[in-house]
């Protein structure tokens, strides 16, 4: 054991029934990652029981992608069959990794469930994620490579070419998640991006309705958008943009005609986001509201601005804000991500978001 690890072991032994946030609390770390220690030391078999692990975390689970991405920024013009000079990135990323780190930040207890595979590009992300949100219940393929995107873009910063390698998400079946029910039965709320596989969304859907935890759905493409369930009545969430609704509804609509088609089909909330032009947000009982966008010129990097969003509606709807309340939220932590380069603002707090909030 190392000396965390040793730490843990002894507080572990003096009060088998200690809470994990007291543990925490003792040890100057967040609950995330007393969590992933406690899960070590379970898997070393140093632990055996689940007395000390009280039914107070109040998760948020968060379903979906958590990958690696690379960034290859070209220096010159790119010449075909010889080498080119880059410069490159390296961080972790996808829609439910991002989106629950952002929670972690902000005070919330996020769990991560995802598929990843036995090699380094899952233990650079593990390390990445650990200090934010619970990754005790990820499961590891030996058959499968960790997910990766990878960017090439020229001069400009523009993009030229896309490669994505996903295809161990559509290991995250039904039956995969099924085995997870324990952990889905604790949640305070669920959230589940579109790199599930539409079987695994429909199941989640049902479970979650049947025991009254609410869901929100974050979509990630409009090629993706058939993986939602057929029957979305019920759904406490769905965040989405302009070009993802169009595709789903097969026609191009104004923002707040997509909104009442979405809650027309039984959607409790739904936002869209669409860019400059701000979001449209509505619920069935306060109608639909138009929150505009927060200008600003000094855009970095776009990576993650989607994700802040989400997470931070998430959030405010969390802590008893309205749906407007909550997309505003939203727009203003999107706005600072695009102000910095990481992919995950490093200055996010409650705190400054509300500051944030007053600001714009």
Request: glycine share 8%; aromatic share 6%.
């Amino acid at each position: 054991m190392n000396d965390k690890e040793h730490k843990l072991f002894q507080l572990i032994k003096k009060n088998p029934y200690i809470s994990q946030q007291e543990l925490a609390e003792e040890m100057g770390l967040s609950r995330p990652s007393v969590a992933n220690l406690i899960s070590g030391l379970m898997k070393e078999g140093y632990i055996r029981g689940k007395a000390y692990v009280l039914n107070d975390m109040e998760e948020i689970v968060c379903i979906g992608g958590a990958n690696v991405d690379r960034k290859f920024y070209a220096k010159a013009s790119l010449q075909p069959e010889t080498s080119n000079p880059i410069t490159s990135t390296q961080n972790a990323g996808g829609v439910a990794r991002n989106i629950a780190e952002n929670l972690g930040r902000l005070g919330m207890n996020a769990k991560l469930l995802t598929a990843g595979g036995i090699d380094r590009d899952w233990d650079s992300i593990a390390e990445a994620s650990a200090p934010y949100m619970n990754l005790q219940d990820v499961t590891q393929y030996t058959e499968a490579a960790t997910g990766s995107y990878t960017a090439v873009l020229d001069q400009s910063g523009d993009l030229l070419y896309g490669l994505a390698d996903m295809d161990i998400f559509e290991l995250m079946t039904q039956e995969w998640l099924q085995a997870q029910v324990p952990v889905l039965l604790q949640a305070k709320c669920i959230l589940a991006d579109l790199n599930c596989p539409k079987e695994t969304l429909t199941f989640l859907h049902h479970f979650a309705s049947s025991h009254q935890i609410p869901l929100i759905f974050v979509t990630v493409s409009g090629p993706k958008m058939t993986r939602l369930p057929d029957d979305l009545s019920g759904l406490t969430w769905l965040i989405t943009n302009q070009d993802e609704s169009e595709a789903y509804f097969q026609g191009r609509f104004s923002g707040r005609d997509s909104a009442a088609k979405w809650l027309e089909i039984g959607i409790a909330n739904v936002v869209i986001t669409n860019g400059k032009e701000g979001a449209i947000v509505g619920n069935q009982t306060d109608g639909i509201h138009h929150i505009p966008a927060v200008e600003t010129e000094e855009i970095v990097d776009v990576t993650g601005a989607g994700d802040a969003f989400s997470a931070a509606v998430a959030y405010a709807w969390l802590q008893g804000d309205d749906s407007v309340l909550s997309a505003q939220a939203g727009v203003a932590n999107a706005t600072k991500t695009l102000r910095s380069s990481y992919t995950v603002r490093p200055d996010l707090t409650a705190s400054q978001l509300q500051k944030d909030l007053e600001e714009s």
